[in-house]
């Protein structure tokens, strides 16, 4: 997580999507697109709708630490960097992550239930997050195998 500046190295296994850092303010996040047991997915170029892990609340550290008060107001990208890693189903075997851009805001967090495969049900949290500028229209067709619009 050098992007982030923090001071220990992490275990890919171990940071399973996503991993807050409270010393650097940084959240960054990992999606396999259209490849995730979640419903993660552009809504458009700028935002991206995104699935927490299983068995979330909104009171679980991570919201707690994202919906903190600012997320409606612009110091909100200034007390929070959560950069945004995205990586396509098809690219599985290369496991290689594009870097779309951070978030500058949240919006429409709420509780949900996830259902498995399996059926097994468990408590996520789907939250909206608005990219700092659209992703460029070649990597957005490349991710989504959609044009941008």
């Not at 001071?7 to 890919?12: A, L």
């Not at 171990?14 to 995730?36: C, H, M, Q, R, W």
């Not at 927490?52 to 550290?61: G, I, T, W």
């Not at 408590?123 to 992703?135: A, E, N, Y």
Request: proline share 5%; hydrophobic share 30%; charged share 30%.
């Amino acid at each position: 997580m050098q992007l982030c500046a923090w001071k220990d190295e992490q275990i890919p296994q171990n940071v399973g999507g996503y991993k807050l850092d409270t010393d650097t303010n940084s959240l960054p996040i990992f999606i396999k697109y259209e490849a995730s047991q979640y419903g993660d997915r552009f809504l458009n170029p700028e935002e991206i709708e995104w699935f927490s892990k299983n068995n979330r609340s909104l009171q679980s550290p991570e919201f707690k630490w994202m919906l903190d008060g600012t997320e409606h107001t612009s110091e909100w990208k200034n007390r929070h960097f959560v950069p945004i890693f995205i990586r396509r189903k098809a690219e599985e075997k290369e496991k290689s992550y594009y870097y779309v851009g951070s978030a500058i805001a949240v919006d429409d967090s709420h509780e949900s239930v996830n259902i498995a495969d399996d059926g097994t049900q468990s408590k996520v949290v789907i939250s909206t997050l608005k990219l700092t500028k659209p992703v460029d229209p070649e990597l957005y067709r490349h991710l989504t195998g959609n044009a941008a619009f």
